[in-house]
């Protein structure tokens, strides 16, 4: 009996990746369109082809900061601070995962940050919507200059 209720745990604990997942792409994609609707007027510039533009180059930015935390630790590097180079604290945890795991779908299968994706990997999904997004602006909806 005792197998069966592991493996119903492991896969509520994969359900709950997902919906994690999925909250965490999506968020950070609509974070990126938001700055990149405000930067586009604050520049005086029309906000359609701002938010491509903006969802172009934060794409990039993010899929290369994403390819940064995904490289394996240096077996001579002495990671003794457990922080990484932008402060996330060693748990996690930071203000933006919180502010996630308060949206929905994350909220109805809460779990703890160890138990979550890397935080690579969701940058790295996070990033391929961006610039998807970016390009059915401009395919799709002819947005240009």
């Known amino acids: 009996m005792s197998t069966a209720t592991e493996s119903v745990e492991a896969e509520a604990d994969q359900v709950g990746q997902l919906f994690d997942l999925v909250t965490y792409v999506v968020a950070t994609t609509l974070l990126f369109v938001a700055a990149s609707a405000v930067l586009a007027v604050a520049v005086g510039s029309r906000v359609a082809p701002g938010v491509k533009y903006g969802l172009f180059v934060f794409g990039w930015l993010a899929f290369g ?4 935390l995904l490289f394996p630790t240096q077996a001579w590097e002495d990671d003794d601070d457990g922080r990484d180079p932008f402060g996330v604290p060693p748990n996690g945890e930071t203000g933006f995962q919180s502010l996630v795991q ?3 779908p994350a909220r109805f299968r809460r779990i703890q940050p160890n138990h979550r ?3 690579g990997i969701r940058l790295f999904l996070a990033s391929l919507l961006m610039l998807g997004t970016s390009i059915v602006l401009e395919q799709a909806f002819g947005i240009g200059p």
């Not at 900061?65 to 940064?68: C, G, K």
């Open 102 to 104: 308060d949206l929905p």
């Open 65 to 68: 900061y994403a390819t940064y």
């Open 117 to 119: 994706l890397p935080t």
